[in-house]
């Protein structure tokens, strides 16, 4: 039936930017920034709504020497998309970023856009570039040729392309990816251009809007469902007193798009109404708690001979190196913050017959220079809680109530906007707080969001130990 449907942002949450979407066959797919080396996760979304089917594109071919897989663009051409479609990489000498792919519906030609930086960090001299591709090689069928600079004319990136009402129109992210973030639009009635900005630009930001909760938003995409509605995504900030710990996630908007005229977009909502959708229904996807390579993530890829996943349960062997650790990884296995209030809950089961000087335990880990733990000291035979906020390495450490061996101890983060309390209980005590973290701490210009997760470390490299966890659950 038709009616008033009812949508919650962020549809992606727990530091997701850098949306791109498509719909095909009833069903949204929709990818954005991994950081992490070789890995691309792509959401499957039903009826834009939070069920998420997750599956991960990772090549055998490793990607060496990257950042991950910055501001990916998943674009539909002939072909089912299943985990098993997706092929090796295909590379292209493209010196840029943000790589976008077109493929014209007026001819059988393909395109890849980019931003091309010609100045350094500080003052970039962005513009959008674009080529004609042989798709099957990524070999450049034309000279490589300036599109647009934007209406800063520094700094334009995040390109895609679109064809509508005889007009090619192209949407770019300016501002940088903070507080002046916007999208722009140009349109042109040939490929090459020449490309007129829209008399409106920006088509949307949040620069100057004290009163949205949701800021920062920019670097998005524009898809049609199979009612004919256009709906964008973009990149935001849930900003609550100035803070806003989960970093940068997928938010959705409705867009109205006449023939021949530009794309208006409306203000991303926390949640909005949109009428005349047709609702089909939605279902239910069960994710395994630690089973699923997509959803866990490491620290700087992973030594997986010291990890064992079975149901809810996971054993850790402990790694020399700790949290603090600038290079290499360290044995550490998360899951990305999703909402600013929630409570995090692990048991762990201290080894009997152990005298290693390991730590384990629960943390929230932002990167090397910000994060808080609740863990077991083995050394000290004592619970503790520490925290690391600065790349001073200063470190606040609370000592707790000692613990034996072959005890068993309940490990607990609550979450709020504001804060992250420490708790433990040993047996069937009731539970104690130990350390509390305001969350502007691990909040600031960040690419990333935080990580609730297990580690154990601070073993010599031929310990034995196995650490015991069970129950891991995020509610």
């Known amino acids: ?16 930017p850098d949306p791109s979407i498509i719909f095909v066959d009833d069903t949204f797919y929709l990818t954005w920034t991994h950081i992490a080396n070789g890995l691309h996760s792509t959401s499957q979304l039903s009826l834009l709504n939070a069920n998420t089917d997750v599956f991960p594109i990772s090549p055998t071919t490793p990607l060496y020497a990257t950042q991950g897989l910055l501001a990916p663009t998943i674009r539909y051409h002939d072909a089912p998309i299943t985990p098993s479609s997706f ?6 000498d493209f010196q840029g970023i943000d790589p976008s792919l077109f493929f014209d519906p007026s001819s059988s030609r393909a395109y890849i856009q980019d931003s091309h930086r010609a100045g350094p960090v500080h003052d970039p001299q962005c513009s959008i570039r674009q080529f004609e ?5 990524g070999k450049p069928l034309s000279p490589l040729r300036k599109l647009w600079r934007g209406i800063k004319g520094d700094d334009a990136e995040g390109p895609h392309v679109y064809f509508h009402s005889g007009w090619y129109y192209l949407l770019v992210a300016e501002g940088g990816t903070f507080e002046g973030h916007m999208i722009t639009m140009a349109r042109a009635r040939n490929i090459w251009g020449p490309y007129e900005g829209c008399e409106r630009n920006p088509v949307l930001t949040s620069k100057d809007m004290e009163e949205e909760t949701v800021r920062h938003v920019g670097h998005g995409d524009l898809v049609q469902d199979g009612q004919g509605l256009w709906w964008g995504v973009c ?5 609550q007193k100035g803070s806003y710990p989960l970093g940068r996630e997928t938010f959705l908007m409705p867009v109205t798009w006449e023939d021949g005229g530009w794309p208006e977009f409306e203000q991303p909502r926390m949640t909005f109404e949109r009428e005349g959708v047709v609702v089909k229904g939605t279902r239910d996807v069960e994710v395994s708690r630690w089973d699923g390579i997509v959803e866990n993530n490491f620290i700087r890829g992973s030594d997986q001979e010291k990890y064992e996943f079975g149901g809810d349960g996971a054993v850790l062997v402990p790694s020399e190196t700790s949290l603090d650790a600038k290079t290499g990884t360290t044995t550490f296995v998360g899951r990305r913050q999703r909402s600013l209030s929630c409570t995090v809950i692990v048991t762990l089961q201290i080894p009997k017959r152990d005298y290693g ?4 335990g629960l943390a929230v880990y932002k990167d090397n220079f910000r994060h808080a733990e609740i863990y077991v000291d083995r050394g000290l035979s004592k619970l503790c809680y520490s925290s690391v906020m600065g790349k001073d390495d200063t470190r606040a450490i609370i000592e707790g109530k000692r613990i034996e061996e072959g005890a068993e101890v309940q490990l607990r983060i609550e979450a709020s906007s504001d804060s992250y309390t420490f708790k433990y209980k040993i047996g069937s005590e009731l539970f104690e707080s130990l350390g509390t973290l305001d969350t502007m ?3 600031a210009l960040d690419f990333t969001g935080p990580l609730f997760g297990i580690f ?3 073993a010599s490299a031929d310990s034995s130990t196995k650490i015991n966890f069970r129950g891991f659950t995020v509610r």
Not at 7 to 16: D, H, K, L, Q, S
Not at 87 to 92: A, D, L
Not at 133 to 137: A, D, G, L, M, R
Not at 235 to 239: A, D, T
Request: net charge positive.
């Open 133 to 137: 591709v042989e798709i099957s090689s």
């Open 235 to 239: 990149l935001g900030v849930r900003k």
């Open 357 to 360: 000087k390991w730590k384990a």
């Open 1 to 16: 039936m038709s009616s008033s449907t009812t949508y919650t942002n962020p549809i992606i949450p727990g530091f997701a």
């Open 87 to 92: 092929s090796e990489p295909i590379y292209f």
């Open 441 to 443: 701490g691990i909040t």
């Open 456 to 458: 154990a470390n601070g």
